[in-house]
């Protein structure tokens, strides 16, 4: 952690160190200090969709699922490649039972390319069933 605030102290218009400590504080389970560095990274620059898309996962972890779709969809709009992002937009809608939105994400998601393409279609097979 400490790496992460000197690096912060030197340069605090990096997003991505507010995003890397944030990684760090949730793997020691510190989930409300990990979204408040999400959220930092998102003040010092907006159109850094790893900043969305982390504090997605967080809040997804949470159960505050209407906010963790809100956040993945913010992070697809700035990197519409990112097929992480699609499909774990898409398993929160399938815990919300929004099954016609996620399985729309899921089927994004199926790429010949894809390295989420299998995990994705498993996820639309529970959506269709």
Do not use: W
Not at 5 to 13: G, M, V
Not at 23 to 34: H, L, Q, V
Not at 96 to 118: C, N
């Amino acid at each position: 952690m400490a790496d992460y605030d000197k690096a912060i102290e030197l340069d605090s218009k990096r997003a991505d160190s507010y995003v890397g400590r944030g990684i760090a504080y949730e793997k020691i389970g510190d989930i409300e200090r990990a979204i408040s560095d999400y959220n930092a990274a998102i003040d010092v620059d907006a159109t850094y969709s790893d900043g969305y898309l982390h504090r997605a996962l967080a809040c997804h972890r949470q159960r505050h699922l209407d906010q963790a779709i809100s956040d993945y969809t913010k992070a697809i709009e700035l990197d519409r490649t990112d097929e992480f992002a699609h499909v774990s937009r898409g398993l929160a809608y399938l815990e919300k039972f929004e099954l016609d939105q996620a399985i729309g994400d899921l089927t994004s998601a199926i790429q010949p390319e894809s390295k989420m393409r299998a995990m994705a279609y498993e996820m639309r097979g529970l959506a269709l069933v």
